[in-house]
């Protein structure tokens, strides 16, 4: 949507102001384009120059426009535009007879036109004009050649409108009793944009300033043809304002992008095809080293001098023990081409196989021609790498990593334990001339056991023998506790809470306008974005965002947000001296209806 809104930049507009409708005469001022030619035949009217005049144009060049808009510039004027099938010579001539001369015209054919001859001869003052603006589908040679010995003789500006095709179908005695036609032809960008202006002013208080890339657009698309622009241009705003004509603009500026980007393809592959071809056959294996190019962000830890790059370090890269080539030597592949064959560079991500040559040690290491690619370069290091590996066992001597005292882990020790008390040891012997002391149980209860010692057993009484009474009460009537007294409960009245003032929780915002549904309906795309942005958070006249996104500056922001607001699609809150917008709720509702 953002696209098409900076693509078209639309104007607030009170309906569609391009018309496939002619300019009448009372609009004349509204004709783009034809200046000059408007100012040789008014030219001709003033000074009483009678000339004979073909008007050439395609369908939709503005023939009509041009006719209504110089009779304009006259008081005397007859216009045909009504085509008579049968004796359409007569029709004409006793219509402009009696656009002259009055109805009293004379019965007689030759009468009349001496009579017309007559009168046009006396009158004073500027030429009038005789147009004849019949469809185009007509055929004008026949009418025309039996027109002329009329029309020659006629004191008057005759304008005869034609379309390149009955143009070609004159004959020459016809084109010889005419002045050099005048061709209309399509109109330039600037013209369209000063048609877009004369038109637009009749519907809206700002000027549609067309991008100039939509205005290429139309200009390649309608050829200039000002009825096809017009159409256009309706098509446009009525696919904006949503009411028809919907793709017009993705059809119209889609296919300059798909032109474009296949205008671009070409020369690229062109290029490089011609790279290829000029490009030499690999002599030498570091001739290759152009088929691979890294980029410089690929390899940011191992960076490598420019006279060194196809050089390995491995002291740097690999470090192992001096001794590890000690075994002899191993034999190292290293690519060499063929100096007899001739084939074109591999190709991207394609191995080729070549002749190795073993290298003995001392050799100075050959690199691998590289091959492109995004990740050929690691891949190029893991090859050479392995490639240049010992084969076989290593007999390397192990060498044993030492315990560091530091490294290992103290073991953990118990807490000590308390020493434990020495057990009472005595040599005393038992006594046992001591009898061990024996209860007699007496009577047992619940959870409980009652002894007594076996001596003073005597002195128990004898349970079984005591009568068995039934238990007293515990008090009697007159005895017993006096009721409690509850006491009567009393009502107190609640005091009255004291009176709650709201608080307010959130900013206070003014008081909405109505909402004007007509206004509604007329939103321009700057006014929508910023009711989008409105509906999403408070904004104000001097959002940076809004003033980028709009190319607009704060006064004109601001006028944007109080016209939105005096329609009710706004709400405004004061925060110091900062006006914040946000959506009002009638729009909210509103436009969730729409």
């Not at 410089?296 to 196809?310: A, K, T, V």
């Not at 009721?483 to 009502?491: I, M, T």
């Not at 003032?501 to 306008?513: C, Q, R, T, Y």
């Not at 706004?570 to 009638?586: E, I, N, P």
Request: glycine share 6%.
């Amino acid at each position: 949507m953002g696209e098409a809104v900076s693509l078209l930049d639309l104007p607030p507009l009170r309906g569609n102001p391009f018309e496939l409708r002619p300019i009448e005469s009372t609009r004349a001022q509204d004709i783009v384009g034809r200046d000059s030619l408007m100012t040789r035949l008014r030219e001709h009217i003033i000074s009483e120059s009678p000339r004979m005049v073909l008007l050439v144009g395609e369908r939709g060049s503005g023939r009509t426009s041009l006719v209504n808009a110089l009779s304009s510039q006259v008081s005397k004027k007859f216009v045909g535009q009504f085509w008579h099938r049968d004796e359409a010579v007569s029709s004409v001539m006793n219509e402009i007879a009696v656009h002259f001369i009055g109805h009293e015209v004379p019965p007689s054919t030759g009468q009349m036109c001496e009579r017309l001859i007559e009168t046009l001869e006396q009158s004073k003052g500027p030429l009038p004009l005789i147009a004849l603006d019949y469809p185009s589908n007509t055929s004008m040679n026949d009418f025309l050649a039996r027109m002329t010995p009329l029309l020659q003789r006629l004191k008057a500006l005759v304008l005869v409108t034609l379309t390149p095709a009955q143009l070609t179908s004159l004959d020459e005695e016809v084109l010889d009793v005419f002045d050099s036609p005048e061709h209309l032809d399509g109109l330039s960008e600037s013209q369209i944009q000063k048609l877009a202006d004369n038109l637009v002013r009749r519907k809206a208080r700002e000027r549609w300033i067309i991008n100039p890339d939509l205005l290429t657009a139309i200009h390649d698309s309608t050829a200039g043809n000002p009825r096809a622009v017009v159409r256009l241009c309706r098509a446009l705003i009525d696919e904006r304002r949503g009411v028809g004509s919907d793709g017009t603009l993705e059809r119209l500026v889609g296919w300059q992008r798909i032109v474009q980007e296949e205008d671009e393809d070409p020369p690229e592959a062109h290029s490089s095809i011609t790279e290829l071809e000029s490009e030499p056959v690999p002599e030498s294996v570091e001739d290759g080293e152009g088929w691979d190019v890294e980029p410089d962000d690929l390899w940011e830890d191992e960076s490598e001098p420019e006279g060194q790059s196809e050089e390995f370090d491995w002291d740097k890269e690999l470090p192992e023990p001096d001794d590890i080539w000690d075994d002899g030597p191993e034999p190292v592949p290293v690519p060499v081409p063929e100096p007899e064959s001739q084939s074109p560079p591999p190709e991207e991500n394609q191995e080729t196989l070549d002749s190795f040559l073993f290298a003995e040690e001392g050799t100075e290491h050959l690199a691998q021609p590289r091959h492109a690619g995004g990740l050929s370069g690691l891949a190029d290091r893991s090859q050479r790498i392995s490639a240049a590996m010992p084969e076989g066992l290593d007999e390397t001597p192990i060498t044993v990593a030492e315990n560091r005292p530091q490294l290992t882990p103290a073991p953990i020790r118990p807490p000590p334990r308390p020493n434990p008390e020495p057990a009472f040891v005595t040599d005393a012997k038992p006594d046992t001339s001591v009898l061990p002391t024996q209860d007699q149980p007496v009577m047992a209860a619940e959870g409980a056991l009652w002894t007594v010692d076996s001596s003073l057993g005597s002195s128990l009484p004898v349970l079984d023998a005591e009568p068995k009474t039934s238990p007293e009460p515990v008090f009697d009537i007159d005895h017993s506790p006096p009721l409690a007294v509850v006491p009567e409960p009393v009502f107190e009245e609640p005091e009255p809470a004291p009176p709650q003032i709201p608080i307010p929780l959130g900013p206070a915002w003014d008081v909405d306008e109505p909402l004007n549904h007509a206004r509604v309906a007329t939103v321009s795309d700057a006014e929508r974005t910023v009711l989008a942005a409105a509906k999403a958070r408070e904004i104000s006249p001097s959002d940076p965002e809004l003033q980028a996104f709009l190319e607009v500056g704060r006064p004109r922001l601001s006028q944007i947000f109080n016209g939105l607001r005096k329609a009710g699609l706004l709400s405004v809150r004061k925060q110091g001296r900062t006006r914040l917008f946000k959506l009002s709720r009638a729009a909210s509702l509103e436009l969730e209806m729409t």
